[in-house]
């Protein structure tokens, strides 16, 4: 595992790089997309078993920090989603350069699912692969979802608090920023209404069913391609959410195994 820092000027992203296993037959490569506030804490334990079940697969794999969270310069007011695609499109090419792949698979959790999957749609030429794991479909449901107490209560994610104007507005959720901006992009998410556009072959893959996932599907199903794309349901505990009785950092293994066999 190699840690570093990669971006231009001011924008610095800090990176964790491991190869494919020795012996591997081609170049396959992963950028690992996370999940934003609490859901990025509680899931970073899965993200690093991806990580280390690709490598054994055969796949050098880049996860890396968004501008302005975790190891990352830059602070959470600044950004906001077409920032952060930007970070994915300089993660493709770090790792390309890197690796020396012609193409990269993009495998993108929650919030970094909807990231993924713009980005994938834009950059046809580079991404070959795209698996959306528990995305955020509808961003009017996900906005909701993260500031209504009675299910913060019930996912685990405290309550959410104003913040002063001049500290950007907006809320805090568990000491993470989530400015007016921030939210009014979440809002327009609608990976529905994008998905027809990417080109890549595509796996969704979920722990649980939600609402938004009936319209993902018929948007999948409308697509021409083959083989069919659809929203895949494996049930198990989801790995950015807090339960009493499982605690932060549950790994659902089923789902991990699910996406490196079909990246394989």
């Known amino acids: 595992m190699t840690p570093f820092y990669f971006g231009t000027g001011s924008r610095r992203l800090f990176g ?3 190869p494919a296993r020795v012996g591997a037959v081609g170049i396959r490569s992963v950028v690992l997309c996370p999940a934003w506030g609490q859901e990025y804490l509680r899931a970073h334990r899965s993200m ?14 880049l996860r890396f920090d968004y501008f302005g969270t975790g190891d990352s310069a ?7 989603l077409a920032g952060w695609e930007g970070d994915i499109g300089a993660a493709i090419d770090e790792l390309k350069d890197t690796c020396g792949a012609s193409r990269v698979a993009l495998v ?3 919030l970094g699912g ?3 999957a713009r980005v994938a749609a834009r950059r046809a030429s580079d991404v070959d692969a795209l698996v959306l794991w528990d995305p955020v479909v509808d961003g009017r449901a996900y906005v909701d979802e993260i500031m209504l107490t009675g299910k913060q209560k019930a996912l685990g994610l405290g309550r959410s608090t104003q913040r002063a104007a001049d500290q950007g507005g907006g809320h805090e959720i568990l000491g993470f920023p989530l400015t007016e901006r921030l939210a009014d992009d979440f809002s327009k998410i609608d990976v ?5 556009s990417v080109r890549a072959r595509t796996e969704v893959v979920v722990s649980h069913t939600l609402a938004s996932h009936g319209g993902l ?3 999948l199903a409308a697509y021409a391609g083959q083989p069919p794309r659809a929203v895949e349901l494996i049930e198990s505990q989801a790995a950015w959410i807090n339960v009493k009785e499982v605690g932060s ?13 079909w990246l394989a």
Do not use: E
């Open 16 to 18: 964790l790089y491991t």
């Open 48 to 61: 690093r078993q991806l990580a280390n079940m690709l490598n054994s697969a055969g796949f050098h794999v």
């Open 74 to 80: 830059g602070d959470m007011t600044q950004a906001d």
């Open 108 to 110: 993108g959790l929650r």
């Open 114 to 116: 909807a990231l993924a």
């Open 192 to 196: 529905a209404a994008q998905i027809g």
């Open 217 to 219: 599907a018929a948007a």
């Open 249 to 261: 950092g549950a790994v659902p293994v089923k789902i991990l195994q699910r996406i490196v066999q």
